[in-house]
């Protein structure tokens, strides 16, 4: 994995070019049509291994409202859950995120469902912590000739993407979420850490900071309680804090990078390669880490990583500071609609 991080987040300069493509100031590459194909093909088998009453369940209309209304919480959801599924179905469902999502990035989607289990276990309620209470919802027809998006989602977990044949793929909000964030001794997994890695990544990071780029990266000596940009204030954080990558030092820049390629890694390559090179098309100076509460491990704590073309956010305060929600956005194409208008324009 350490080998896919340096080839992303450092084969791209500030004038980088993508499959020939100049990335200009505002201008944004989307994933390869190549990609919405094969996604396309995906999400066609996937349907075709449903009953007609799982279509029913999954099949949603473009334009519905419910499209852009994603949660990380336990509820109610439109679409076929995962055990409403037969063998056939489950296997194109994964196969579906298979080309969507790296090795690393379904593994996550593995390891949260069976992190829902694993909760179930520890309160005693494997009703309500239902692994298999995890939904997909298809909005459009991949048999049609227009865009459709789709969403997989449950407790701690939310993924969206768009897809427009022939144009290419737009990924965000994506949510993982981890309760609890490190399995207790008293659970046979325990010790595992299912967004260990950032985290350790960010601790790492923050703590060779020293003097005017530690104090301008602490933007507040408490943790909010959850990530800012959450579901319906996805766009509430439009001014950047913290430190800017200007002001580190090249190792320093490289860890911000390399936490920024944990999160956006858990996509295609196809997706991860050309969101890192926006994100360095911004330029060090666009891009800010900040940090909020403890810089102790264990105790509540909060991270940033906020420019024009991504923020990611990582919040581990509640029980004990040991049950973590990280979102990634990319700000310019949340839900795929400026893929969506540019697909309608395209096409009239």
Do not use: C
């Amino acid at each position: 994995m350490a080998r896919q991080i340096t080839r992303r987040a450092f084969a791209f300069g500030a004038s980088a070019t993508i499959a020939g493509v100049g990335l200009g100031a505002g201008e944004q590459v989307i994933a390869s049509p190549a990609l919405a194909d094969d996604l396309t093909k995906a999400l066609s088998n996937f349907v075709q291994r449903m009953s007609p009453a799982n279509r029913r369940r999954a099949m949603h209309q473009i334009n519905d409202r419910r499209r852009e209304d994603w949660h990380y919480v336990p509820r109610s959801r439109p679409g076929v859950r995962i055990d409403q599924l037969s063998g056939a179905g489950q296997r194109a469902l994964w196969d579906v995120l298979g080309v969507l999502m790296s090795a690393r990035g379904v593994s996550q989607v593995r390891g949260t469902i069976e992190l829902e289990g694993i909760l179930g276990d520890l309160t005693g309620n494997r009703s309500f912590r239902d692994p298999d209470n995890y939904v997909f919802t298809l909005f459009g027809d991949p048999n049609g000739t227009g865009p459709v998006a789709f969403r997989f989602e449950g407790h701690h977990l939310s993924v969206n993407a768009l897809v427009a044949k022939g144009h290419g793929v737009a990924v965000t909000p994506v949510f993982f979420g981890a309760n609890p964030a490190k399995v207790p001794s008293r659970h046979h997994h325990k010790g595992f850490r299912l967004l260990g890695s950032e985290e350790d990544a960010a601790f790492q990071l923050v703590r060779s900071l020293e003097g005017a780029a530690r104090q301008r990266a602490i933007i507040a000596d408490r943790a909010p309680r959850d990530v800012i940009a959450g579901p319906g204030r996805e766009d509430f954080l439009k001014t950047f804090a913290g430190q800017p990558l200007s002001g580190l030092s090249e190792g320093q820049m490289a860890g911000v990078y390399r936490i920024t390629d944990l999160f956006v890694g858990t996509m295609s390559d196809r997706i991860a390669t050309e969101i890192m090179a926006r994100v360095r098309n911004d330029g060090a100076d666009k891009l800010h880490f900040a940090w909020a509460g403890s810089l102790v491990p264990g105790r509540p704590h909060y991270f940033r990583i906020h420019g024009p073309s991504i923020l990611v956010e990582y919040d581990n305060t509640q029980n004990g500071a040991n049950h973590v929600h990280a979102l990634w956005l990319d700000p310019r194409e949340m839900f795929g609609r400026d893929l969506l208008a540019k697909h309608h324009k395209r096409a009239h």
